[in-house]
């Protein structure tokens, strides 16, 4: 085989998507009898919640795999103008969606405001070597805007902890704009100068699917056929020179039996802790720095309500819980209000976050604990009365990986070490950027990295075939 890909996540198999379309010959191979990693959905009693994703933005590289896919019909998007809800002192806030909106917005008070609003004439340069997401907040804009509005979105994005999440890695736009600008705002009113016309309507929007996040693992199996096999672990990737060409070898189980399979490049789309043990023998750099990356645990409890039980209007995306409120509810997201077909007639889908980097203790408690916890707290925001008709919990140690001090320096070892191993390649959400759309483009990417490797893509696109040739 040509190119063995390693992991069946959406990383995996967008990876192998795209590399069969280039005419590669792949093999793609997952330990566990499904493909989809942390993506999958399940129905319970005429709900539909998903067990790890809840929905995704539809960025230019995921709507392209949809259309090709001819998933387009499935299709369904949020309202564009849901909007976002924030706990403070036990109340829910709208978040500002626009500038304009967070001047205004009783969510902040007056200082907070006032410093946003003039922090384009205070200039300043990003510290050396790296900053936390909390401490450029706290020196760009201070402390309640980080407590009620970054805090909050960093646990929903990363389930992080802001005090060590690194600003250059997690959110590198921002980074860029200090750097470049001296400000952020500056530098968002440049990047939105640039990016203009803007059209809100060309703007990713929020969707899922009408039979759940599932639906698109499984279609990108059905099309990618017996180049997909289940229930094959990789235990080791080993790489050598034959005549002046990379020659790996990837060692396999399957069904018991050990099995070598050759090729000349291996895509590995694993959990960075997986790919190091993958790549100890052959890049122990690399592998060392892999296995450094710190994942937070997520527990997601998914709840069904009859209507009647629910006094809040669940009038838009969910709210999000800054941790000074003192509740163990990172967020919950109001799955029925978003999408068509997440509950029967009269009822409603709820979906919380319990856990993340700065709840670790979350893991230690029992299930029967974290559902009673997120019941009774839900029903304290939303004056719920009652038990749910229906739950579901779902548990990862290690949900999401950390973008932690360090990480840029961490992804530079990593890639340098790498580069003295031809022909074996990463793909994973450590890379850029955790979500569902971040993978599709780092996947892609891939892609088009080990068709260059074999030194014909540019051939093929000046002809262009678009595919892969022989290389002579
Ligand atoms: C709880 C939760 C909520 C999230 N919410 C959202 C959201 O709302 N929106 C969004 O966009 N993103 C969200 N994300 C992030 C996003 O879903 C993930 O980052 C993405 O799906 C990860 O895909 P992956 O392919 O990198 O990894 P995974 O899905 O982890 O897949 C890796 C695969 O590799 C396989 N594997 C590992 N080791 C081996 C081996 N040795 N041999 C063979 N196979 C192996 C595993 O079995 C697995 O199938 C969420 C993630 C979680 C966990």
Same mark, same amino acid.
Request: aromatic share 8%.
């Given at each position: 085989?040509?190119?063995?890909?390693?992991?069946?996540?959406?990383? %995996?198999?967008?990876?192998?998507?795209?590399?069969?379309?280039?005419?590669?010959?792949?093999?793609?191979?997952?330990?566990?009898? /499904?493909?989809g990693g942390v993506i999958d959905s399940l129905e319970a009693d005429g709900f539909l919640f998903e067990r790890g994703p809840q929905s995704f933005l539809a960025n230019a590289s995921l709507l392209e795999l949809i259309a090709?896919?001819?998933?387009?019909?499935?299709?369904?998007?949020?309202?564009?103008?849901?909007?976002?809800?924030?706990?403070? /002192?036990?109340?829910? *806030?709208?978040?500002?969606?626009?500038?304009?909106?967070?001047?205004?917005?009783?969510?902040?008070?007056?200082?907070? =405001?006032?410093?946003?609003?003039?922090?384009?004439?205070?200039?300043?340069?990003?510290?050396?070597?790296?900053?936390?997401?909390?401490?450029?907040? =706290?020196?760009?804009? %201070?402390?309640?805007?980080?407590? /009620?509005?970054?805090?909050?979105?960093?646990?929903?994005? *990363?389930?992080?902890?802001?005090? =060590?999440?690194?600003?250059?890695?997690?959110?590198?736009?921002? *980074?860029?704009?200090?750097?470049? *600008?001296?400000?952020?705002?500056r530098g968002a009113m440049q990047s939105r100068r640039k990016t203009k016309p803007s059209n809100p309507k060309t703007r990713p929007v929020l969707a899922n699917f009408r039979n759940g996040l599932r639906t698109l693992p499984a279609a990108l199996h059905r099309a990618l056929g017996d180049v997909v096999h289940t229930g094959t672990t990789v235990q080791a990737i080993e790489a050598r020179q034959a005549n002046g060409r990379p020659s790996i070898t990837v060692r396999v189980v399957r069904n018991g039996l050990n099995d070598l399979l050759a090729a000349e490049a291996v895509v590995v789309a694993t959990p960075a802790y997986a790919a190091a043990a993958l790549l100890a023998g052959v890049a122990p750099r690399a592998a060392e720095q892999l296995a450094g990356i710190a994942y937070a645990?997520?527990?997601?409890?998914?709840?069904?309500?009859? /209507?009647?039980?629910?006094?809040?209007?669940?009038?838009?995306?969910?709210?999000?819980?800054? =941790?000074?409120?003192?509740?163990?509810?990172? %967020?919950?997201?109001?799955?029925?209000s978003l999408f068509a077909g997440r509950a029967p007639q009269g009822c409603v889908a709820l979906a919380s976050f319990v856990g993340g980097a700065t709840d670790p203790e979350a893991q230690h408690a029992r299930d029967e604990e974290l559902l009673g916890t997120v019941s009774q707290e839900n029903a304290a925001v939303l004056g719920i009365s009652g038990a749910p008709v229906v739950h579901h919990l779902e548990r990862y140690a290690r949900a999401l990986p950390q973008y932690n001090l360090g990480h840029t320096q961490r992804l530079q070892t990593i890639r340098e070490d790498l580069a003295r191993l031809p022909g074996v390649f990463l793909a994973g959400n450590y890379l850029e950027g955790p979500s569902i759309g971040n993978c599709v483009d780092v996947a892609f990417r891939t892609a088009a990295a080990v068709a260059e490797f074999f030194g014909t893509e540019t051939t093929a696109r000046r002809s262009g075939t678009g595919e892969f040739q022989k290389s002579p």
């Open positions: 085989m040509r190119v063995v890909v390693v992991g069946g996540g959406i990383c %995996g198999l967008a990876c192998t998507w795209r590399l069969q379309r280039l005419g590669a010959e792949v093999l793609l191979l997952e330990q566990t009898e /499904r493909v090709a896919l001819r998933l387009s019909e499935e299709l369904l998007e949020a309202n564009r103008r849901a909007p976002r809800f924030v706990l403070v /002192r036990g109340r829910l *806030y709208r978040v500002p969606m626009a500038p304009p909106a967070l001047l205004t917005s009783p969510l902040l008070p007056l200082r907070a =405001r006032w410093r946003l609003l003039t922090e384009w004439a205070r200039k300043s340069v990003p510290p050396e070597p790296d900053e936390s997401v909390a401490a450029f907040t =706290r020196r760009k804009f %201070g402390s309640e805007l980080l407590e /009620r509005l970054v805090g909050p979105f960093v646990s929903g994005i *990363y389930a992080g902890d802001p005090e =060590r999440l690194s600003l250059r890695a997690a959110f590198p736009m921002l *980074y860029d704009w200090e750097r470049n *600008y001296g400000s952020v705002i645990a997520v527990n997601v409890v998914s709840t069904g309500y009859r /209507r009647e039980q629910v006094a809040h209007p669940l009038n838009g995306f969910g709210f999000l819980v800054p =941790r000074s409120e003192g509740l163990r509810t990172l %967020g919950t997201v109001w799955n029925s």
